[in-house]
């Protein structure tokens, strides 16, 4: 660094003239204001520890809260991606039932008119299956259960025991274990 005629060492152009003060001292110690500005003092107290520490719990804090943010919003859309599969399917669950009740009611299976409606109903199945939805299995004489079944009839039937299922009117629907459509069916005894 350049020694300035007053002495100083910062290497700034010293801009003061010959009656300085700082030219008083001999070099000892610059007193021009070039000298002051570039002196950044930080003191480190106790106070400043604290308000240090309170600001990074802070700051973690406000982390933690966005990255849970983030997780609640990203599940909340899965969510209503389900919500609107669920809606959509609920809605094409009557077609569904129309292809099965054409089927059964056409009697030549080796018709065209009947391959034709079987092979729409296959794809409608298929669909379903892709989009997570599945038929609720029920079989007359399996156990009445109402979180699966919605009772319709009831019927004194010696062939079944006590609240079994006698006869499946309409197929159930679940999509990833939450019931879309309740099996209706009829109740024996």
């Known amino acids: 660094m350049n020694e300035n005629p007053c002495g100083c060492t910062c290497g700034e152009h010293c801009t003061c003239d010959d009656d300085c003060a700082c030219h008083e001292n001999h070099g000892e110690e610059c007193t021009c ?11 480190f107290t106790a106070e400043s520890s604290v308000k240090f520490n309170e600001m990074q719990d802070r700051y973690q804090r406000c982390l933690a809260e966005f990255d849970n943010y983030r997780k609640r919003t990203a599940k909340e859309m899965a969510a209503r991606y389900d919500d609107g599969i669920r809606a959509t399917c609920e809605k094409l669950l009557p077609i569904v039932d129309n292809f099965e009740r ?54 004194e039937d010696e062939n079944f025991g006590q609240n079994e299922v006698a006869l499946v009117l309409q197929k159930g629907y679940a999509h990833k274990e939450r019931v879309l459509r309740y099996a209706m069916v009829k109740v024996a005894n």
């Open 33 to 43: 204001e070039h000298q002051e500005q570039n002196v950044e003092v930080i003191d």
């Open 102 to 155: 054409a089927m059964v009611s056409h009697e030549n299976k080796d018709e065209a008119f009947y391959q034709g409606i079987a092979l729409i109903a296959r794809q409608f199945e298929e669909m379903l299956k892709g989009l997570g939805v599945e038929p609720l299995a029920t079989e007359p004489g399996d156990p009445f259960d109402a979180n699966k079944h919605h009772a319709v009839a009831h019927t």
